[in-house]
């Protein structure tokens, strides 16, 4: 079963970049669909960016487009989420998830979230 785990957030300024990341040791993430979701404080969470399991296709929410860009790195079995021009809206914990069919069903697999606070 897969058991992603997320690393990466922490605290950055206004117009800062992080980059995320979405390993799991015993899974092999060449063989799920990733997606990394969003949850701010009182808000649902939400998608944020989602890959497909061969790579060849992404998707991004609009606020997330031209800014963050996600990648699988199947040799390292690892799911990045660079993330760039960072907004104090952009805070919240953001989860790493993963389907073994593609971005458009239900993710099967979700890790315990990394925060991320973006500072004005």
């Known amino acids: 079963q897969l058991r992603p785990a997320e690393s990466g957030g922490g605290l950055v300024q206004s117009g800062g970049s992080l980059r995320l990341s979405c390993a799991d040791p015993g899974g092999v993430v060449a063989h799920y669909a990733f997606a990394w979701f969003r949850q701010a404080p009182g808000k649902e969470r939400e998608e944020v960016a989602c890959?497909?399991?061969?790579?060849?296709?992404?998707r991004y929410s609009d606020s997330a487009k031209g800014r963050f860009t996600i990648t699988k790195n199947n040799a390292e079995n690892t799911v990045y989420l660079q993330m760039n021009s960072l907004q104090p809206e952009d805070s919240g914990v953001y989860y790493c998830?993963?389907?073994?069919?593609?971005?458009?069903?239900?993710?099967?697999?979700w890790g315990k979230g990394t925060l991320v606070t973006v500072s004005a």
């Open positions: 890959i497909s399991i061969n790579g060849a296709r992404t």
């Open positions: 998830a993963a389907s073994n069919i593609a971005c458009e069903y239900k993710m099967d697999f």
